[in-house]
């Protein structure tokens, strides 16, 4: 089976401009992860899609694999089916599984691709996944940079928002606190549907993707980690990611 993994990564981020590029440990962020989610064995192939010649060289520069994409896409799964068409077309060999792993998330671990692929892997029927993580803190689960999401009792997603979902205004003072992490494989297929689907009116008020699918009556198996991951969306938080990386036993592995 050909399983793909494929990194969107702009330099315009709206909320942290620059950030594939930052520093952590002397390793650009989008480094750190095409490096970590290669590893995975699951995989054939790692890819970096960009719009920016600053990205690609980097890329070039380090022996990562990268794809130019148009400047137009504003969302991360439209940039991806860009890149996996140019992939396929210049090696010739269809992907099977496309596994979309957000640029800032430089603590993803290769178990987690794994993880998040072997769902589709036991049962055909299972179109796109999402890796989902404890939360500790009342800090992180009330952060509207993290996703929360809570599922039904076969791991399926009911709902995804910026909001502290489930409530804790009943006076319950222990609720599920799950965040989606975004490592994403989608059927190769189901990408390009995904993409032709009208964006739904949840996922534009939540800024939640996956809202879409779920809005057209269909699912999202999320599956569990416990591998510890914080994903870069201010300087706050590369500073707390530079923080916890510190003795990291991969980094080792492509660090210099």
Not at 100 to 111: A, C, K, L
Not at 114 to 136: E, Q
Not at 242 to 253: F, I, N, V, Y
Request: with cysteine; aromatic share 6%.
């Amino acid at each position: 089976m050909n399983i793909i993994a494929i990194i969107p990564a702009r330099m315009g981020s709206s909320r942290y401009p620059g950030k594939p590029l930052a520093l952590i440990h002397n390793v650009p962020m989008v480094g750190h992860v095409a490096f970590r989610t290669a590893m995975s064995k699951t995989l054939s192939a790692t890819y970096v899609a960009t719009c920016d010649e600053i990205i690609e060289n980097y890329c070039t520069s380090a022996g990562l694999n990268s794809v130019m994409t148009g400047d137009h896409h504003v969302r991360c799964s439209t940039r991806t089916a860009e890149a996996l068409l140019k992939i396929e077309a210049a090696t010739g060999k269809k992907a099977d599984i496309v596994v979309m792993v957000q640029g800032d998330e430089p603590m993803v671990r290769p178990e987690m691709i794994d993880a998040a692929v072997a769902p589709m892997l036991a049962d055909p029927s299972i179109n796109v996944t999402n890796l989902m993580a404890d939360m500790d803190t009342l800090e992180e689960f009330e952060d509207p940079n993290e996703v929360k999401v809570v599922v039904d009792r076969f791991n399926d997603a009911l709902y995804f928002s910026r909001e502290a979902i489930p409530s804790r205004k009943k006076g319950s003072d222990k609720v599920p606190m799950r965040k989606q992490v975004c490592i994403i494989p989608f059927r190769r297929d189901y990408l390009l549907r995904f993409n032709e689907m009208e964006e739904s009116p949840l996922e534009i008020y939540e800024s939640v993707d996956m809202m879409r699918i779920l809005e057209y009556g269909e699912k999202v198996r999320m599956v569990p980690t416990d591998c510890r991951s914080w994903s870069v969306d201010t300087p706050e938080d590369l500073a707390r990611v530079t923080r916890l990386m510190e003795g990291d036993d991969l980094m080792k592995e492509y660090s210099k």
